[in-house]
């Protein structure tokens, strides 16, 4: 689940959740959702800023903004870069 | 009351209070509050920011900003994710 | 003139005093008096922020910005919750 | 020439001088001075920021900014309510 | 792969990888990704700012945000000045 | 030289030396140099910010951003109120 | 290659290299490049801002922002005023 990256500073890279996803923790995101929170997988972690550790770690499911993140693409495959404060918790 | 989400950092889940409710301390919130804060419990909260620890906590009955918040759906049921400096007071 | 509600941080709940007031100190406010600051007395006081404690307590009686507050209703009657910051002074 | 109130921080209340006074050092402020420094007499002065104590005292004679302040009325005498960031010097 | 410039502060060179390139470590960077990450190679690199020491080293592989740098020319080829925040991480 | 003003914080006053002035250092300030730095002599000086003492000192010419200023008039001469951060250098 | 100013704080004077010049080291500023750094070299440094002690030293061929100075006219001869953060690296 780990990907070849090392993100700077605080910055998280994220596999977003195939849409409709239910989690094993229950969470549903409809398909309508569009001003809602992103789900997904941590799979790649900075060393965090100055001070300030992370508090998020590599296989992590997450809440996500969906405005916070650039779009990689790494082995053919999509993912999410963001900062960790673009996280708004972990399932 | 306590939910399976660990938010980051300063942010907290809170319950929104069903319209015109009114608590056991006698707040009042009208139908018609447009521009009111809102009110509702604490349902999970992060570990704060760096030196920094939180002052609310799950089981809180709060006043809130109502464009403060970020809509959540949690095993099917809506929930605010805020930060805790959009939180006027605790009840 | 306490009231029950505990603000967050450096919040303070005020009620507002009657248009037209004259205080003991004499402090006249004319009903005319648009762009103003208006008077009222502090009844509930936030913990402050980290390393600021608060210097306005619960029965000072109050200058402070007509913009700087939020309006909420407490068992039926209005309050103004602003931040120690909206206050200019205490008479 | 001290005032009966507490200015919250680092805020000040000035007393205006009258419009074309001529004070003891000699500055001459004309009727037509219009984005111009105004004069006045220091009568309230906070307990400064944090870590910050204040520099001016009641009754100095201070220029200030004339877009810096807050007009207040106490006894039916109007005052001007500023930051001591928004004065200039002392006479 | 060095370059005889030293950059100021948290600044770093790079050298931008043609486009459509395959790296060794697989990241495939299409020709229409128009609003995707660059990819390029690390060819100086400034001390850091004030109390925090530089992430990338010369000859990194980095993932940068295409809208961070500044295009100069060094001996007749192109590089990109930019800061390392505009680096989001390392291949 | 000096002026019976005290400049609050970082503040300093100087008097504006006339246009075409050719200084003993031998800069020259032509009459259309309309976008550049203006060139004064500083007669009052402030005691500096907290932890940050003053560079310039009364007697210093020095050269101005002709924007960063407000003009005072102290017994009946024209002269700059600034910040330290407004004067480019010391001739 | 001295000159007779103090720049004040983190403020450079630089002597803008001609168009078109080529370098030592080789690097080659086209008459066409509108948007790229400028090169030139530091005439008169200042003393730094608090803590932070400057980088680049008189003599030094650095490349600037052509948007990051300010002109300036001493001894009928053109520099640049501007801030060290102005450079982007020392050639």
Redesign the interface.
């Known amino acids: 689940m780990s990907l070849?990256?090392?993100?700077?500073?605080d910055?998280v890279?994220v596999e977003a959740a195939p849409a409709e996803e239910k989690t094993a923790?229950?969470?549903?995101?409809?398909d309508t959702?569009k001003?809602?929170?992103q789900q997904g997988t941590v799979v790649?972690v900075?060393?965090g800023k100055?001070?300030?550790p992370m508090?998020?770690k590599v296989g992590d499911v997450v809440?996500y903004?969906k405005y916070g993140g650039?779009?990689?693409?790494?082995?053919?495959k999509e993912y999410l870069?963001m900062r960790?404060?673009d996280?708004?918790?972990?399932?």
Chains 1, 2, 3, 4, 5, 6, 7 share one sequence.
């Open positions: 070849n990256i090392k993100p700077i500073g910055r890279v923790s229950g969470i549903f995101i409809p959702a001003e809602k929170p790649a900075g060393d100055k001070d300030e508090t998020v809440l903004s650039t779009e990689i693409t790494i082995e053919g870069m960790e404060s996280i708004y918790g972990i399932l």
